[in-house]
């Protein structure tokens, strides 16, 4: 009865990932290929990242480019 009884896996939200979901494909690969180029500081991309309607912190961008967030981990 209880064979298959294991920890869920915990998959805790990425901003970076939820905002990914809600754009065209385009749009989505644009945004991960800023978010990960190193070039653009993190404060910067957030704040142009606002001006064109999304809102994502500074400190996200950060955990994804650092891969901290639960998109790099299994």
Partial sequence: ML???QLP???TP???R????ELNDKDAVILE???MN????YKTLSNELYKRGTKVSDA????HREKR???WKD
């Fill in 3 to 5: 064979e298959d009884l």
């Fill in 60 to 63: 996200a961008i950060k955990h």
């Fill in 69 to 71: 967030c639960s998109c």
């Fill in 38 to 41: 190193p070039e653009w500081p």
């Fill in 18 to 21: 939820t905002i990914k979901t």
């Fill in 14 to 16: 990425c901003r970076i």
């Fill in 33 to 35: 290929q800023a978010v």
């Fill in 9 to 11: 896996k915990r998959n």
